[in-house]
């Protein structure tokens, strides 16, 4: 739903009709989500343990995209420049909550201005650089974040991952080339370092080619003071969720990120993706593991239009952990996955998604090196709480979208 306003207010008095100054032209849109579905799991169990598990029926929300309400706004404030804002909330269809507690506008927050010549500069709570130029050729497109982003989303390559507190430019588009800079203010005093989310991106993009380079780091406030959150109001000004791919690592003093991800389009029914992430986990001295922790993930997604209403993928990733602190038999996730979508109209669809995720090897639990336990999976970005209790892990669900 859009809303339009053009000002240009007249007085009258004393039979003279005096003209008021026209503002400029601006512009409010009210928009959103609404995605509800009926998922399956087998042997779930809690975070952390590995046996033990059974097989669970649920109502799953957001997962071809998440549920959401928002306004964006624009100002013409002349010359090409527009003052611009988006203001994004998150919620549940099932029981109706509010995505993020305490924080009404959880999911986007900022103002900033745009300039065809120059480019854009935005503050607020909003995506990194990194995930904002790596989500064109990402596996979450047409797989979606719940169950195609790699193992726990441990690359960032879905949505979950915004900073507080930052400062994003964009840069216009010249000769095919889009740079992208955002760096999140901690506010701990005496450093702009501690606590602090930074990110960069460079793309390419010409014809049906595209490729993007990007690297992002978040420093914890304190060494080895746990770098993680599910809430939105972390001290490493991000989101990190936790899932049983990195459960041992949550006492990080920082991570880092970097990756590259291309996609090309054959034709008006054909594409194809690919993307490669190296993730690093930095032990501080408080840390409950000692070594560097890296993992390196490679995957691929192949896009069909089988139909002007039908849309299909297939996708597949591996990720595998280096040896360290400890394990000489590093963790190691394969991971498969397919999508179909049928479009009732251009606002609602149909869709179903299924996935199959092997773990093998050995990672960290909770209590870090005093603790070596065997690998389980966790699929997408959907099942960071409930991860496998056994090396396998399957998950379908069946769901309806709307786009107002």
Same mark, same amino acid.
């Given at each position: ?5 053009? !000002?240009? =207010? ?17 512009? !409010? ?103 904002? =130029? ?41 000769? &095919? ?22 990110? &960069? ?80 986990? !930095? ?28 849309? =299909? ?24 996955? =397919? ?18 995720q092997r773990a093998n090897g050995k990672t960290l639990g909770t209590a870090g090196e005093s603790a070596i336990i065997n690998a389980t999976p966790s699929i997408g970005d959907g099942f960071q709480s409930a991860p496998a209790s056994s090396r396998s892990q399957i998950a379908a669900a069946v769901g309806i979208i709307h786009r107002f």
């Amino acid at each position: 739903m859009k809303k339009n306003t053009a !000002v240009a =207010l007249p007085l009258f008095a004393c039979g003279v009709v005096f003209a008021m100054p026209v503002f400029a032209q601006s512009s !409010v849109t009210l928009y959103g989500i609404v995605d509800e579905s009926i998922s399956y799991q087998n042997s779930q169990a809690s975070l952390g343990a590995n046996s033990g598990g059974k097989s669970n029926v649920k109502m799953l929300t957001g997962v071809w995209s998440g549920s959401r309400f928002g306004f964006k706004g624009a100002e013409d404030l002349g010359g090409g420049t527009k003052a611009i804002f988006t203001l994004e909330s998150g919620f549940n269809p099932a029981s109706g909550a509010q995505q993020y507690t305490n924080a009404m506008f959880g999911r986007q927050a900022w103002v900033g201005l745009s300039d065809p010549r120059f480019g854009s500069l935005t503050v607020g709570r909003q995506y990194t650089s990194y995930y904002s =130029l790596l989500a064109a050729y990402g596996p979450t497109t047409w797989l979606t974040g719940a169950f195609g982003a790699h193992p726990g989303d441990l690359d960032e390559m879905d949505t979950i991952y915004r900073a507080n507190s930052s400062i994003v430019y964009t840069s216009p588009t010249l000769m &095919g080339f889009t740079v992208s800079g955002s760096y999140a203010l901690a506010g701990v005093a005496g450093s702009v370092n501690r606590g602090a989310t930074w990110s &960069g991106a460079l793309r390419y993009a010409n014809g049906p080619f595209g490729i993007t380079a990007a690297i992002t780091r978040i420093n914890n406030a304190t060494p080895g003071g746990g770098a993680y959150s599910s809430d939105s109001t972390s001290n490493a000004n991000g989101e990190q969720g936790v899932s049983s791919v990195t459960n041992g690592y949550q006492t990080a003093q920082a991570q880092q990120r970097a990756a590259v991800a291309a996609g090309y389009k054959f034709n008006a029914s054909w594409d194809v993706s690919f993307s490669y992430s190296n993730v690093q986990y !930095v032990p501080g001295s408080n840390s409950l593991y000692h070594d560097l922790a890296i993992f390196n993930t490679a995957g691929a997604v192949l896009h069909w239009v089988a139909t002007p209403r039908v849309d =299909l993928a297939t996708g597949y990733s591996y990720t595998r952990a280096t040896r360290a602190n400890g394990i000489t038999d590093p963790a190691q996730y394969q991971q498969f996955n =397919l999508s179909q979508y049928y479009a009732l109209s251009k606002r609602t669809g149909l869709y179903a998604v299924q996935a199959f995720q092997r773990a093998n090897g050995k990672t960290l639990g909770t209590a870090g090196e005093s603790a070596i336990i065997n690998a389980t999976p966790s699929i997408g970005d959907g099942f960071q709480s409930a991860p496998a209790s056994s090396r396998s892990q399957i998950a379908a669900a069946v769901g309806i979208i709307h786009r107002f």
